[in-house]
């Protein structure tokens, strides 16, 4: 496996894991004010969509959209944002992020300043229905 | 073919288009400091990924490869950024966008205000040859 030294997502250290496979995993992201926040994350130290072989990235993205469907199912966001940034840290890995009138940046990007605050909490269990969701999308 | 009203992807006027075929189009975005930043449009008014078939995810993830491998070979950016927001205009579109150090925002997401102004042009012909590593590639 390629891995970098110093890259966080190569170490993926304190995750919060909701599924995995031998290629990438499914992360929650404990991000204040946008809750349900999640990030796919290839195993490998990949820099962009394109170093993927065409089965790869098939794989990656059906992932990311159970992820989406999962999010949607139970949360009934208004929006799903997906995004391949890593300007910073190079390692390939997709944020999905549900979106919600009252979130603190909504309608703009996540990455803006906050406009409010939110007291938006994930339902019981929440962590744990979208593993079983993805394990049952993914399999 | 589904669309809605008011919805500026569906009506796609004024677009510099470099590529289509019947399900989506690639257009250059002229956003100052930005030059090269590409859009990827679903033709239908579809809202996210996962209304998507598997067969159509993998192909407009297709487009959206080859919007990336023709800017990295043309451009040589240090980075490309993926995203699939829509938060105000849900119609299903990915932005690809080129980083420089250079550019407005760098490191920071694009989206953020202008740390500095950009002198970077694209080079002659840029149009053009990103149209035809499109129909090479996607052919």
């Known amino acids: 496996m390629s891995t970098e030294t110093g890259c966080a997502h190569c170490k993926g250290a304190d995750e919060d894991r909701l599924w995995a496979d031998e290629t990438c995993r499914v992360v929650l992201v404990h991000e204040t004010g946008f809750e349900g926040w999640c990030r796919v994350i290839w195993h490998d130290h990949i820099r962009e969509l394109s170093d993927l072989t065409p089965k790869q990235r098939d794989h990656v993205m059906a992932v ?76």
């Open 64 to 139: 990311v959209s159970a992820v989406e469907t999962g999010l949607i199912a139970k949360l009934a966001p208004v929006k799903i944002n997906i995004a391949s940034l890593g300007t910073a840290a190079p390692h390939l890995h997709f944020h999905v992020i549900p979106r919600f009138v009252d979130d603190p940046a909504f309608p703009d990007p996540v990455w803006l300043p906050a406009k409010r605050t939110s007291s938006r909490k994930l339902p019981d269990g929440f962590a744990q229905s979208m593993a079983i969701h993805l394990q049952q999308q993914l399999k």
